[in-house]
């Protein structure tokens, strides 16, 4: 699956019929990985610059005291900025979730959004950064909030980035130690 989405993301003609972020948007949503999160990609720059998802509050995201059930909040908004910094970074580099932390602010009756935005002086930095420390973990925050800028949810995404050099030779490494015992 993920070789057809490259082939079909990189397919210069569909780029340009649909826009690159027309096209990522589609794919996304229908990947088994995030279709049945309850998520959906509504509008996504063509840089990958700006994703924003919707979560509708419907019979497949409700749980039994009929809200949106927690899990389908954390799945809808995970792995997006993982899947923006692959992508906006390029092949140089690694890119993992490492952790995440949900804060629920009350319970959601009513379809909620998220904003993902990466700025051009962030990608910046993070490539000086890893050019000097070779990897480091980086802070992000996203807010899933209804039409009217309610909270219901609050996440922290750490989120690992190294040279693909740094881990490849990382990893060489590990597997000589392992080897050696």
């Known amino acids: 699956m993920k070789y057809l989405f490259y082939k079909i993301w990189r397919n210069k003609v569909l780029i340009k019929l649909f826009g690159r972020g027309e096209l990522f948007r589609v794919l996304f949503n229908l990947s088994p990985m995030y ?15 700006y994703i924003k998802v919707q979560l509708l509050f419907n019979y497949k995201t409700r749980n039994y005291v009929g809200t949106i059930y927690g899990g389908h909040m954390y799945s809808s908004i995970d792995g997006i900025y993982v899947i923006q910094l692959i992508h906006i970074l390029g092949d140089n580099y690694i ?61 922290e995404k750490v989120i690992y980035i190294a040279s693909k050099e740094y881990y490849k030779a990382k990893t060489i490494n590990s597997a000589i130690m392992k080897f050696n015992k």
Do not use: C, M
């Open 95 to 155: 890119v993992w979730d490492k952790s995440a932390k949900i804060k629920f602010k009350r319970p959601a009756s009513k379809t909620l959004f998220a904003d993902f935005k990466i700025t051009p002086e962030l990608v910046a930095q993070i490539k000086i950064d890893i050019q000097k420390e070779k990897k480091k973990d980086y802070n992000f925050f996203v807010n899933l909030t209804d039409l009217n800028g309610d909270i219901y949810a609050e996440v």
């Open 35 to 49: 279709k049945n999160t309850g998520g959906k990609l509504i509008r996504v720059s063509d840089d990958l610059h």
